[in-house]
């Protein structure tokens, strides 16, 4: 099918008894920044080890801008730029190296793809010599991503880019995508942090080799449609066991702060908070929540159990 | 030293050469309190906590740990505290039982002890189906509760949690978190890093670290205020955003 940049359909894989991936099927739109989240374990690695060319699925096809990832893999790999989950770099070459031996795989010179890396790689440019082992982790982060980046592949594959990162970075990491996708280049990215989610143009969520859903952040938000509430106790851990089982609340789970009640309509929050403080807790509070990408995951994810 | 005190240090400091890791760092944990040790990459959070758990000598400054001196009963203290990490916790080749087994002997529990608190273990964690299966082949939610139970089988006065709760489900992830109240709950301290703001939270208190020093330590509603945030997240960024290391 012509305009997608990537089309998985009905993919399936497994190692020995494990299911990695049990019938996968997705679009990822020329320019968009595609969000996979789902948690380790979920198949997002898999998943990209076969877009990019690594490993067949057992079942199903993937084409990359219309070429088929098996039989055109060599097309295929010209147009990627894919930077797996594990450093991928050589340790024992320099920054300046390791540059220009990605370069050189795809008989391209650092400098014709200079100016697409740039803004990620100018922070790099004060220790050119220094070997890639001995970068910091936000610095590796930086590198893979220049080396990802410096044949100008159209779609950018990006493997949890931002696991074990600290907040500051990973925001930081966020806005160097932003400037990428501005360039036209479609990035599909995996991530295991939800709050991540709404930073893209569209997510599949994915759990147990499945796609739970696939949407824009807002219509999969909006599509909970269950009554949502913020709950909180001066004891917060009696006020999750009380809620647990008080009449018309279906869920409870702890959320930053407070918690989240999910209730149906027979659920009064006046009257439970009456009941509560009633009961000896202090402090209680229960008012009307919007739910997230997490509440929805947690959602989808009891409905599979 | 106070008894309710079950962490207590005073200028901790390791240097490793003319790099100074940990700079001068001075809190005290309470006994039954969550305490979340937050910081960027590279702030020295895992160094700091090394000197805690008796793995690292420090350079200057004092502390101990369950009752114990960091710098001269390192011993004790490995024996007297709990440490689990989202790297290693459990032994994958091994079954539940064999891990169980393993761990309640390294820490010196009797065979009786052991038995029991296993069987104690197994039915809060509706395990016992599993007692036998290898831990590669449970789900990731049960190895956590179960690396966390093992962690803590000789009761420890304190565990120490290293991102306990990278890349896990959400769903998991509280589960996990509702393992830490009921800990703290019963009195045991629970140390603990993150790198998800939401789950700093849950915690009694915080503390942040940048470049080796604790920039930030209190309660997450008083560091909100402090900082005029919303949310723990808005804090981090405040707090850790000038941080010069990591880069």
């Not at chain 1, 970068?135 to 044949?151: D, N, R």
């Not at chain 1, 509560?276 to 997230?292: E, F, M």
């Not at chain 2, 039954?32 to 959070?45: Q, R, T, V, Y």
């Not at chain 2, 029991?116 to 509706?126: G, K, P, S, V």
């Amino acid at each position: 099918m012509s305009g997608c940049a990537i089309q998985v359909r009905d993919v399936s894989k497994s190692y020995g008894s494990v299911k990695a991936l049990d019938g996968v099927s997705l679009d990822v739109r020329p320019g968009e920044m595609f969000g996979l989240i789902g948690p380790d374990g979920a198949g997002k690695s898999s998943l990209y080890r076969i877009v990019a060319t690594l490993q067949h699925p057992d079942a199903g096809s993937v084409a990359v801008d219309g070429l088929d990832v098996a039989s055109a893999y060599r097309q295929v790999r010209d147009i990627i730029g894919y930077m797996p989950e594990r450093f991928s770099l050589y340790p024992y070459l320099t920054v300046r190296e390791n540059l220009e031996f990605f370069a050189s795989l795809f008989g391209v010179s650092v400098q014709s793809g200079y100016d697409l890396i740039a803004p990620i790689f100018s922070q790099l440019e004060r220790f050119p010599d220094r070997r890639a082992g001995a970068l910091s982790g936000g610095m590796k982060q930086k590198l893979a991503l220049s080396c990802a980046l410096i044949h100008r592949p159209r779609i950018l594959l990006l493997d949890e880019p931002t696991t074990g990162v600290d907040a500051v970075s990973r925001s930081e990491f966020w806005d160097m995508l932003a400037t990428l996708r501005t360039q036209g280049i479609t990035i599909m990215v995996s991530t295991s942090y939800m709050d991540e989610a709404r930073l893209c143009d569209r997510i599949a969520l994915i759990h147990n080799g499945r796609i739970l859903d696939t949407d824009t952040p807002a219509r999969l938000v909006a599509s909970l449609d269950e009554r949502l509430f913020d709950a909180s106790a001066g004891d917060m851990y009696a006020l999750l066991s009380q809620l647990r089982g008080y009449p018309g609340v279906t869920d409870c789970y702890t959320f930053g702060a407070t918690l989240h009640v999910v209730a149906d309509a027979s659920f009064d929050p006046v009257a439970a908070t009456a009941a509560l403080t009633a009961r000896g807790l202090s402090c209680v509070s229960i008012t009307p929540a919007h739910g997230d990408i997490e509440d929805l995951f947690i959602k989808l994810m009891g409905h599979e159990s | 030293m106070n008894d309710d005190k079950v962490i207590s240090v005073d200028g901790l400091t390791k240097r490793f050469g003319s790099f100074t890791a940990v700079d001068s760092i001075s809190f005290d944990v309470s006994k039954g309190e969550i305490f979340g040790f937050l910081g960027a990459n590279g702030a020295g959070k895992t160094t700091a906590m090394r000197m805690l758990c008796g793995l690292s000598r420090p350079t200057a400054g004092r502390g101990s740990v369950a009752g114990f001196d960091i710098a001269t009963q390192a011993e004790d203290i490995k024996r007297h505290i709990g440490y689990m990490s989202q790297k290693f916790s459990l032994y994958e080749e091994l079954t539940v039982r064999e891990n169980v087994r393993l761990f309640s002997t390294i820490y010196g529990l009797s065979d009786r002890e052991t038995a029991e608190r296993a069987a104690i273990m197994f039915d809060r964690l509706e395990m016992t189906s599993m007692r036998d299966t290898l831990v590669s082949d449970i789900p990731t939610g049960w190895k956590q509760k179960l690396a966390f139970s093992v962690a803590t089988i000789h009761r420890p006065a304190v565990v120490f949690l290293d991102e306990p709760t990278g890349g896990v489900d959400p769903l998991t992830r509280r589960k996990f978190w509702e393992l830490i109240y009921r800990a703290s709950s019963e009195g045991m301290t629970v140390f603990v890093t993150t790198h998800y703001l939401d789950e700093a939270e849950y915690c009694h208190r915080i503390s942040i670290m940048v470049d080796g020093r604790i920039k930030a330590l209190d309660t997450p509603a008083a560091l909100k205020k402090e900082y005029g945030c919303r949310t723990m997240d808005e804090v981090f960024r405040s707090v850790a955003g000038g941080a010069v290391r990591g880069q």
